[in-house]
């Protein structure tokens, strides 16, 4: 069963330029994540939103951006790419049962 | 600071055989241990997992085997298959919204 859903797939972008993600979940609970993971497949944590507010916010550049306009989304909007912000960012919801589920991932490539 | 560390990073087992990952924490406030497989193209899923209180595991295949005191803990894939070919991360949480991953195992079963 798919409970998050990240758009979009894949995205190619030059240095400098904008851009967001977008992830929606459909189970309800309260808190989600972004993820970053590289090409070496190593997860680290960006942010943890809990029901449209920021609790863990990992010291990551201040580029990087989390958005929620409700409870079932929570976007990452990254103001100015650089090469080293190429990977694939996932995004996460915890379950009451702390279950992570995860989306499919969306993968930047910075050109 | 890595706070989590898994280890082979690579192991190739053939069909049929046993596969040992290893994993290792630092912070003794963990107190629940998911490990999340991960194929390629998709996000994590959660595999199987283990609280603080208990020392062992077990769900079909999989088992976990605790350490407590040692802060270690490994997971075994009995009877391997190749489609358990994937990246395995063990994790660790605090149930305080912080989920800290290690660098995963890629694991190879050969037919």
């Known amino acids: 069963e798919t409970a998050v859903f990240q758009t979009p797939n894949y995205h190619v972008t030059q240095v400098g330029n904008e851009v967001s993600f977008n992830c929606k979940q459909t189970l309800g609970h309260d808190t989600m994540y972004w993820y970053k993971q590289d090409s070496k497949k190593l997860l680290k944590i960006m942010f943890s939103?809990?029901?449209?507010?920021?609790?863990v916010n990992e010291t990551v550049p201040r580029r990087f951006s989390p958005q929620s306009s409700d409870k079932a989304h929570l976007n990452l909007r990254i103001k100015s790419v650089e090469p080293e912000d190429s990977a694939v960012y996932l995004c996460a919801l915890r379950s009451s049962g702390n279950t992570l589920y995860f989306g499919e991932g969306s993968r930047l490539i910075v050109v | 600071q890595q706070q989590v560390r898994q280890s082979p990073q690579s192991l190739t087992v053939w069909e049929g055989e046993t596969a040992i990952l290893n994993c290792s924490y630092e912070d003794s406030t963990f107190n629940y241990f998911p490990w999340y497989q991960q194929f390629p193209g998709e996000g994590p899923a959660l595999l199987i997992s283990i609280s603080s209180v208990s020392d062992k595991k077990e769900d079909g295949r999989f088992t976990i085997f605790f350490n407590k005191r040692e802060k270690k803990l490994s997971l075994h894939i009995t009877d391997s298959q190749p489609g358990d070919s994937a990246t395995y991360f063990c994790?660790?949480?605090?149930?305080?919204?912080?989920?800290?991953f290690g660098k995963g195992t890629h694991l190879h079963v050969l037919p």
């Open positions: 994790a660790a949480d605090t149930n305080a919204y912080k989920v800290i």
């Open positions: 939103y809990n029901n449209k507010q920021l609790i």
